[in-house]
């Protein structure tokens, strides 16, 4: 029936983009429109059953539904609610008095009680003022009507009208009763409209508020927290002594705190306007068990915890899933096993079982030996801001929306998340996922010095700190790389030099990257075909036509890492070499 609907409105061109309420009686005017030419159709069937043969009412029947069926189609070119209210009411009216005259019947007539239709209807598609019109034209029409019927000359000899009166005054009751119903129900209905629109345009203007917020505070965030964990990794690598590389990776794990809280707000937003997206792809459960325990090796050791993870019995060695999404859970479980867990270890385990579908139950585990959960509190943990139990914020910190997320993340892999065992010796969380069995992943070899070497690289950003950190990757990986510290000075090095990279912030004074990302393309430099990255803090979607139309390749979300750039790298060495 709605897809029925959503043809007719396509064919009447009615526009989503106009207000409710003029939709909304729009839809009346068709409505009506379709159901009376539809009942009338099978009425003509009643007539034939009646009488056996062609009559006078069927001429009629059929002239009624040819109008209405051509006021219906009018809708297309002329959306005016009130002109069908007034044509479908004189249509009725004229229906009325034309059945009522020939035989002198008056308000003795069978289609006189319709009337009592009349004002309901012209109260959706018109208003108040239709309802009453009608009622006004109706009286009129029972008034005449009633004088027929005593002109009849058969009731005028006998004398006795008691029968046409009372049939009068029950039209005109009638009459006024759906009046005031169709007054009454038609302004509430499109009151209540007009308040849920209106509630709709606020919750829509929240949320551009909400999105706009969440954009500005990430890019802000995300800008200090580049140079935090960029520079705190480099430090680490820099061959200083232990009790530094201590302090420098303390550091950076600090940063990567405030990252995951700042991420969990995004994609809590993601989730909730429905935007986000699940991306499988070739992965290895043992290599997401190993580089989640090596995340938080340091963190456990320096709480006297022990941490390991292997994978139990026959895994796949490559499972087609979100990779990303599924190292994001685990994250979440191990930070709060390592929260909650005083003594003893935190164990990370991936097992695996084929279906005979060729699919396969991954179940990744995540066991502690920390002070457990209440069972009274299992549920509740996986609800927003709940925290299990009074004073947690206070004693481990945390926002309360890590497991909750992790439900969420789940759900969109089409898997679950859950307390599998707890009680006073700790405590194991289940990630359950059905995924597909690709063929194994060939490992990529380390990049060599010698295949970057040789590219050149401009990285354009206003921010010291941030060009500080993207020249340690750089330099790191064998590269040189010139400097600009605003869109219009990378603009003019671009037109002097051939770059096979152009790294541009997003947001810089003179010129933003998008603005010089454009200017390059558009000019006759020798960059303008080169690869231009965006690295921006901003994480959602909103600009992401935007960031099209200025010629802008890829985007890098901050804080960027060593990793990053490198995985950059190698895409653009096996597209020179394939090349």
């Given at each position: 029936m709605q897809s029925l609907v959503n043809r007719i409105?396509?064919?009447l061109r009615i526009d989503d983009d106009a207000s409710a309420e003029s939709i909304m009686r729009i839809r009346a005017a068709w409505a009506i429109g379709a159901t009376f030419a539809v009942t009338q159709f099978a009425n003509m069937f009643v007539l034939w059953a009646n009488y056996h043969r062609w009559t006078y009412d069927h001429t009629v029947t059929v002239i009624c539904i040819m109008i209405v069926s051509g006021l219906v189609a009018l809708i297309r070119w002329r959306k005016n609610p009130t002109f069908h209210a007034a044509a479908y009411s004189a249509l009725m009216l004229a229906g009325i008095m034309g059945s009522a005259l020939p035989d002198r019947t008056g308000v003795n007539s069978a289609l006189v009680p319709f009337i009592a239709l009349g004002p309901i209807m012209c109260g959706f598609m018109a208003g108040r003022t239709g309802a009453i019109a009608f009622f006004v034209a109706g009286a009129a029409v029972l008034c005449f009507l009633y004088q027929v019927s005593l002109s009849h000359p058969p009731l005028m000899a006998s004398g006795d009208f008691a029968r046409e009166t009372n049939r009068f005054a029950q039209g005109l009751f009638a009459l006024g009763l759906s009046t005031v119903i169709s007054i009454l129900v038609s302004a509430r209905s499109y009151l209540f409209l007009s308040?849920?629109?209106?509630?709709?345009?606020?919750?829509?203007?929240?949320?551009?508020a909400?999105?706009?917020f969440l954009a500005t505070i990430s890019h802000e965030l995300r800008t200090p927290l580049n140079g935090v964990i960029g520079l705190a990794d480099s430090l680490a690598r820099a061959g200083i002594p232990e009790a530094e590389q201590r302090l420098a990776r303390t550091i950076g794990r600090s940063g990567q705190g405030m990252l995951r809280i700042l991420n969990d707000l995004l994609d809590l937003s993601k989730i909730e306007a429905g935007k986000f997206a699940i991306d499988p792809?070739?992965?290895?459960?043992?290599?997401?068990?190993r580089q989640v325990v090596d995340t938080w090796r340091e963190t456990a050791h320096a709480k006297g915890l022990s941490i390991s993870g292997d994978c139990i019995g026959e895994v796949p060695e490559v499972v087609l899933a979100d990779g990303l999404r599924v190292s994001q859970i685990l994250q979440n479980f191990v930070s709060n096993a390592v929260k909650f867990t005083d003594a003893g270890g935190i164990t990370v385990t991936a097992s695996a079982m084929i279906q005979p579908n060729g699919r396969?139950?991954?179940a990744f585990r995540v066991k502690d030996t920390g002070r457990g959960v209440p069972d009274q509190?299992?549920?509740?943990?996986?609800?927003r801001f709940e925290q299990g139990g009074a004073g947690i914020a206070r004693r481990y910190g945390g926002t309360g929306l890590g497991l909750p997320i992790c439900r969420d993340l789940a759900a969109l892999m089409g898997g679950s998340v859950g307390v599998?065992?707890?009680g006073a010796d700790g405590t194991t969380f289940l990630l359950a996922l059905t995924v597909g069995v690709p063929q194994p992943l060939q490992r990529e070899p380390a990049l060599a010095a010698d295949k970057t070497s040789k590219l050149r690289v401009l990285v354009a950003d206003d921010n010291e700190v941030n060009r500080l950190v993207l020249g340690e990757y750089l330099r790191s990986l064998g590269v040189d790389a010139d400097f600009a510290a605003d869109g219009a000075a990378c603009v003019a090095l671009a037109e002097r030099a051939r770059y096979d990279l152009i790294l541009i912030d997003k947001e810089m004074p003179v010129l933003t990257g998008l603005e010089a990302s454009r200017a390059i393309r558009d000019g006759n430099g020798p960059s303008m075909a080169s690869l231009i990255v965006l690295v921006t803090g901003d994480a959602g979607d909103a600009d992401h036509d935007r960031i099209l139309r200025a010629g802008v390749d890829e985007r890098i979300i901050k804080p960027v890492s060593r990793d990053a750039i490198e995985a950059l790298f190698r895409r653009m060495v096996d597209s020179s070499e394939a090349a």
């Open positions: 409105e396509r064919a308040e849920l629109s209106d509630a709709a345009d606020r919750a829509r203007k929240a949320e551009v909400k999105s706009a792809h070739p992965v290895s459960p043992l290599e997401l068990v396969c139950l991954l509190l299992v549920e509740r943990i996986f609800e599998e065992r707890t």
